[in-house]
């Protein structure tokens, strides 16, 4: 009886006992039977053996061995981070700092440039403000009117006298006082007509009529009236020197604008410009 009743514990226990047998490689405690001598009955007990080599609970760890490092190396390994952040830190002040000092230098250098170039104008405006004065002292010398006395009427106002150049031309150019003639020898004979009571007048050259441009743009008014047209001179062109009666040969004009700026051209002789008409020369009294 006490045989059959060990036979049936046996094969009773026999298949738990060998799934916990399996799952021991999950960890170190196993299941094993225990058979009491008193009463023939088997007892489950649980004990701890060692894990199999080579098991994957073995072969592989369960964590990060560096994050369960305690002790002195972990405690160790924290100034060495720290230091080795403030070293960068501390690298990037000093490349900052080293690009504001050549910053500085640079600001330095363009401002002793600029300072010399504002010391260069200075001296260029004295000495352009001394070599005005000395013109107006030569100009004195030789009988030039001031700055804004170069003009003077005459002939009860119908011309005007320039006394730089001692020419007088006529005021009033226009269409109302003389018209534009249709070529340059009907000017040429329309300013030999008598005029103004005198009978000396005449077709300006090209240098007489271009000493009327105002090339510094300093005149700031004249008594001249309706001024602004393109003037016939009684100077040839260069490749018409040889012809100066043909249809195409061609004379040297001069375009005037209201302030005296102006330009020099050509056109040919029958091309219907204005005359302006002049008088003297050499500064004779008008």
Request: aromatic share 6%.
């Amino acid at each position: 009886m006490h045989l059959l009743r060990s036979a049936r514990a046996k094969s009773f226990w026999a298949p738990l006992i060998a799934l916990l047998t399996l799952g021991s490689g999950c960890g170190s405690t196993v299941y094993g039977k225990d058979t009491d001598p008193t009463d023939g009955l088997v007892h489950v007990s649980q004990v701890s053996t060692p894990l199999p080599a080579g098991s994957p609970a073995q072969t592989q760890p369960r964590s990060d061995p560096a994050l369960q490092t305690t002790g002195p190396e972990r405690r160790s390994s924290l100034p060495a981070e720290a230091l080795s952040n403030e070293f960068r830190i501390l690298t990037t002040v000093q490349e900052v700092d080293q690009r504001l000092q050549r910053m500085e230098a640079l600001l330095s250098a363009l401002s002793q440039r600029i300072e010399g170039l504002s010391a260069r104008v200075t001296a260029l405006t004295q000495s352009q403000q001394q070599i005005a004065g000395q013109l107006q002292s030569l100009q004195a010398g030789f009988g030039y009117p001031p700055p804004g006395q170069r003009w003077e009427l005459a002939l009860q106002g119908q011309a005007v006298v320039d006394r730089e150049s001692g020419l007088v031309w006529v005021r009033a150019p226009g269409p109302s006082t003389m018209p534009a003639p249709t070529s340059v020898l009907e000017g040429v004979a329309m300013c030999g007509a008598f005029w103004a009571g005198r009978n000396d007048w005449r077709m300006p050259t090209l240098l007489e009529m271009a000493s009327l441009i105002d090339v510094s743009g300093t005149v700031s008014s004249h008594p001249f009236m309706d001024i602004a047209g393109t003037y016939w001179t009684t100077t040839l062109a260069r490749d018409s020197l040889d012809a100066p009666l043909r249809p195409m040969a061609r004379y040297r004009t001069v375009t005037l604008s209201p302030s005296l700026r102006g330009e020099v051209g050509t056109a040919t002789r029958l091309t219907q410009h204005r005359a302006l008409c002049v008088r003297g020369g050499g500064r004779p009294s008008p």
